[in-house]
């Protein structure tokens, strides 16, 4: 993978991140703002990179093997990245709810909102769907080992479940019955498709820089920084460069391996806040250990993917 696009790419993340601080700084951004251009990015923007993906693409037999083989991939490597952040908080010291915490903080990356627009971004259209498919194993793991890990002493149920069926994946059975059946969709649907892919990574930016201002703001948050610091540390080096190992190990293509490279090194996974606030009822350690690890992605994300290269 050449460094340089990797670079480039990081380096018009920041730029857009930059404008939407410059935004946030200067004007009132509610909730409601944040929570529309949210479901715009979620709801229309990835799903139209993944039908974007599927219209752009063949669907050969080789394609639906790496599908299956970057959906088992994303389901192993993100339980091992919890239990790598688990055995690590507990060599940090942290103990019961405090290790669980960190290991879905550690553990678990942003591969949606940053790993789908980023990998549309530097690999095209087929980068886009294997990037969603890696990103909906990852909802399996979330509403399932996650909430399990996080929950004291309630029982689980299948009912939470349900979260997996939302739009992104809805989209990649739609898209994938479509190419199966070979429906080739009018040209304007096409068009429709890959003109709302392009907005998925400026708005993601933009929402991203639209959050720092507040959190710069608000002087009341008390968390401690050890467990940001072994967190963000966790997330950001050392579980990727662990993982980036262990592909070495496995006889895959290069581009399922270079895609996995990005999305094992995404900064920590935004539900994570909410998920977190709802099982353990501390929002404040999620908050802060996401925006710092988004933050230090930018330039961890460039240096990973170097040391991914030279193994």
Same mark, same amino acid.
């Given at each position: 993978?050449?460094?340089? *696009?990797?670079?480039?790419?990081?380096?018009?993340?920041?730029?857009? !991140?930059?404008?939407?601080?410059?935004?946030?700084? $200067?004007?009132?951004? &509610?909730?409601?703002? %944040?929570?529309?251009?949210?479901?715009?990015?979620v709801n229309?923007?990835v799903?139209?990179?993944?039908?974007?993906?599927?219209?752009?693409?063949? !669907? &050969?037999?080789?394609?639906?093997?790496?599908m299956?083989?970057?959906?088992?991939?994303?389901?192993?490597?993100?339980?091992?990245?919890?239990?790598?952040?688990?055995?690590a908080? @507990?060599?940090?010291?942290? $103990?019961?709810?405090?290790? #669980? %915490?960190?290991?879905?903080?550690?553990?678990?990356?942003?591969?949606?909102? !940053?790993?789908?627009?980023?990998?549309?971004?530097?690999?095209?259209?087929?980068?886009?769907?294997?990037?969603?498919? =890696?990103d909906?194993?990852?909802?399996?793991? /979330?509403?399932?080992? *996650?909430?399990?890990?996080?929950?004291?002493?309630?029982?689980?149920?299948?009912?939470?479940?349900?979260?997996?069926?939302?739009?992104?994946f809805?989209?990649?059975?739609?898209?994938?019955?479509?190419?199966?059946?070979?429906?080739?969709?009018?040209?304007?649907? #096409?068009?429709? +498709?890959? =003109?709302?892919?392009?907005?998925? +990574?400026?708005?993601?930016?933009? @929402?991203?820089?639209?959050?720092?201002?507040g959190?710069?703001?608000?002087?009341? $948050? %008390?968390?401690?920084? $050890?467990? *940001?610091?072994?967190?963000?540390?966790?997330?950001?080096?050392?579980?990727?460069?662990?993982?980036?190992?262990?592909?070495? /190990?496995?006889?895959?293509?290069?581009?399922? #391996?270079?895609?996995? @490279?990005?999305?094992?090194?995404?900064?920590?996974f935004?539900?994570?806040?909410?998920?977190?606030?709802? @099982? &353990?009822?501390?929002?404040?350690?999620?908050?802060?250990? /996401?925006?710092?690890?988004?933050?230090?992605?930018?330039?961890?994300?460039?240096?990973?993917?170097?040391?991914?290269?030279?193994?």
């Amino acid at each position: 993978m050449d460094i340089t *696009v990797i670079l480039t790419s990081i380096s018009l993340m920041a730029i857009i !991140i930059l404008i939407g601080v410059l935004i946030g700084s $200067r004007l009132a951004v &509610t909730t409601e703002a %944040k929570q529309l251009l949210m479901t715009i990015i979620v709801n229309v923007a990835v799903p139209a990179i993944i039908f974007n993906g599927i219209f752009n693409t063949e !669907i &050969t037999n080789e394609l639906l093997a790496d599908m299956l083989t970057i959906f088992l991939l994303s389901v192993s490597l993100n339980t091992i990245g919890i239990l790598l952040g688990w055995g690590a908080a @507990y060599l940090f010291g942290f $103990r019961s709810l405090e290790a #669980k %915490k960190l290991a879905v903080l550690a553990g678990i990356g942003n591969t949606g909102f !940053i790993g789908i627009p980023l990998c549309a971004q530097i690999f095209g259209p087929v980068g886009g769907l294997l990037a969603a498919i =890696f990103d909906s194993a990852l909802d399996v793991v /979330t509403f399932s080992l *996650v909430i399990m890990l996080l929950q004291q002493g309630r029982v689980f149920s299948f009912r939470q479940l349900k979260a997996l069926v939302n739009i992104p994946f809805i989209a990649i059975t739609i898209g994938l019955t479509m190419a199966m059946i070979n429906y080739q969709p009018p040209a304007v649907v #096409k068009d429709l +498709a890959g =003109f709302l892919a392009n907005l998925a +990574a400026p708005l993601a930016m933009i @929402y991203i820089g639209l959050l720092i201002p507040g959190f710069l703001r608000n002087k009341q $948050r %008390k968390v401690a920084a $050890r467990f *940001v610091t072994a967190s963000v540390t966790m997330k950001l080096v050392v579980i990727p460069l662990v993982l980036i190992a262990l592909l070495q /190990t496995l006889t895959i293509s290069d581009l399922l #391996k270079q895609i996995t @490279y990005i999305q094992v090194a995404m900064p920590t996974f935004m539900l994570a806040t909410v998920l977190i606030a709802r @099982y &353990t009822n501390d929002e404040e350690s999620a908050v802060v250990t /996401t925006v710092y690890s988004t933050l230090l992605s930018l330039v961890s994300i460039p240096v990973v993917i170097y040391i991914a290269n030279l193994l």
